[in-house]
């Protein structure tokens, strides 16, 4: 079974401040996809990041950055310099992976509220 | 970019009428799923669908709900008798056939039953 834990429910920050969410995920499987979601209050579910199991390089773009560490099943996301527009509901997903694709199931953590204070 | 288009974006309904949650997912996935999402809660996987079959369903996808592909090009999710507690947006989604590849939401529904 796969889970993903996000244990900071809400964050407030000062803007430009930096913030780091936290992801902690369980899964069986050696071959696994991990996400990174935002959900402005209109709803809708905004793709960020997508990184697979074999691929444990840190990512950045642009404010945002991504470390993903396999000994501590951790994916955790960084914002630098936060402004207000980031102020939103993060969600951090895992979905196993078929050996020779298939369908994938998406378990999504809980969500992190992160508001940014002008 | 290709998009999973769903609508309507709000659909308000009376307890116990049924409901139809539409979707056009990308034209050249494979694969079709259903996410719940209740206000303020996690986004909660329903059903997965491919070759015109439920794949995997999940405990919340009880009898009251079903999903069709009518045609090429939509997917739809039914709710035959609506309670108050199916209020929540409702997420389709849609992926390629190699895994973790173009795993594309839709904007959602907002479904409220009064």
């Known amino acids: 079974a796969q889970k993903v834990t996000q244990a900071q429910t809400e964050i407030s920050v000062v803007e430009k401040e930096d913030v780091t969410l936290d992801c902690v995920y369980e899964t069986r499987d050696t071959t696994y996809y991990l996400f990174w979601y935002k959900q402005p209050p209109s709803g809708e579910l905004v793709f960020l990041i997508r990184r697979n199991s074999f691929d444990e390089q840190n990512e950045i773009s642009g404010r945002y950055s991504w470390n993903f560490q396999k000994s501590t099943s951790s994916f955790n996301f960084t914002i630098t310099a936060s402004q207000v527009v980031d102020s939103a509901v993060y969600f951090c997903a895992l979905s196993e992976a078929p050996w020779g694709g298939g369908y994938q199931k998406v378990t999504f953590g809980i969500g992190t509220k992160l508001q940014v204070i002008p | 970019e290709p998009e999973v288009t769903q609508t309507p974006s709000h659909q308000v309904t009376q307890m116990g009428q049924e409901v139809i949650l539409r979707c056009v997912p990308i034209?050249?996935?494979?694969?079709f799923y259903w996410y719940r999402q209740i206000l303020g809660q996690k986004v909660e996987f329903l059903v997965s669908?491919?070759?015109?079959?439920?794949?995997?369903k999940s405990e919340i996808f009880d009898d009251q709900f079903s999903v069709e592909r009518p045609d090429g090009s939509n997917f739809t999710l039914k709710i035959r008798s609506t309670k108050l507690e199916d209020s929540a947006m409702y997420f389709c989604?849609?992926?390629?056939?190699?895994?973790?590849?173009?795993?594309?939401f839709g904007s959602g529904t907002r479904l409220t039953v009064v």
């Open positions: 989604a849609s992926s390629e056939a190699s895994a973790g590849y173009g795993y594309t």
């Open positions: 034209s050249n996935h494979l694969y």
């Open positions: 669908f491919y070759n015109n079959e439920i794949s995997e």
